[in-house]
């Protein structure tokens, strides 16, 4: 079945630092991908998505790319702020209707 | 207007109780969703339902039990509390179309049993 795999965390940076989380799946056919972000003790908020390959998703200074040659989705920040500390989490969506598959979360702690 | 709406925020209750938790959507979206995240963050689908209609009933206990009163409303029903279900369980929605339509998710329920 469908998968998402992103790394392991938790990522621990400098202000003005750059970030890269990396996410790859396993599909069949042609998904949609996002990222949503998790703030402590709140819910889950779409970041960005990209619904074809080559489509890049940007919001608030994040960017990911679909990339199916590499079936990759990274997430990339040039320079994160402290309150950019979250959990994000790589996510498909194989058909409309479906439901989401998410990944198991990468932990962002940003100190100053 | 919150457009995913959960209600209670936090429930701490016994072990054997019933409990329900309530979500409530003003967005007009033909699909709603319950997620299950554990304590390591991990989020699992667990229902899903289309106009009243269940289409995904993952692996879950049947103590468990979806109900949809109306296309706005998705409720869960938990029989028989358990310890392993202290979790945060998020409502979602979306509208049908296309595999690219944003999941809009509640801000989350948690649940603590003791």
């Known amino acids: 079945g469908d998968s998402v795999t992103q790394m392991e965390g938790p990522v621990t940076l400098s202000e003005e630092a750059f970030l890269t989380i990396n996410c790859t799946y396993t599909?069949?056919?042609?998904?949609?991908l996002f990222w949503y972000v998790q703030y402590p003790g709140e819910g889950l908020q779409l970041l960005l998505k990209a619904t074809k390959a080559d489509d890049k998703g940007s919001n608030k200074g994040f960017e990911a790319t679909y990339r199916k040659e590499t079936t990759s989705f990274h997430l990339e920040k040039g320079s994160v702020q402290v309150s950019d500390s979250a959990v994000y989490f790589c996510a498909l969506r194989g058909q409309a209707g479906t439901a989401l598959i998410f990944g198991k979360g990468t932990t962002l702690s940003v100190s100053s | 207007d919150t457009a995913v709406s959960q209600t209670p925020k936090y429930l701490v209750t016994q072990m054997g109780n019933d409990k329900s938790i309530k979500c409530e959507q003003n967005?007009?979206?033909?699909?709603m969703y319950w997620y299950k995240q554990d304590s390591k963050k991990f989020l699992k689908i667990m229902f899903s339902y289309n106009n009243k209609e269940l289409i995904i009933n993952e692996t879950v206990p049947n103590r468990f039990s979806p109900k949809s009163p109306d296309k706005a409303h998705l409720n869960l029903h938990i029989n028989s509390l358990e310890l392993g279900d202290s979790a945060v369980y998020f409502c979602?929605?979306?509208?049908?179309?296309?595999?690219?339509?944003?999941?809009?998710f509640g801000e989350g329920s948690w649940l603590t049993v003791v």
């Open positions: 599909a069949t056919g042609y998904p949609s």
């Open positions: 979602a929605t979306s509208s049908d179309g296309s595999s690219g339509n944003t999941i809009y």
């Open positions: 967005l007009g979206h033909d699909t």
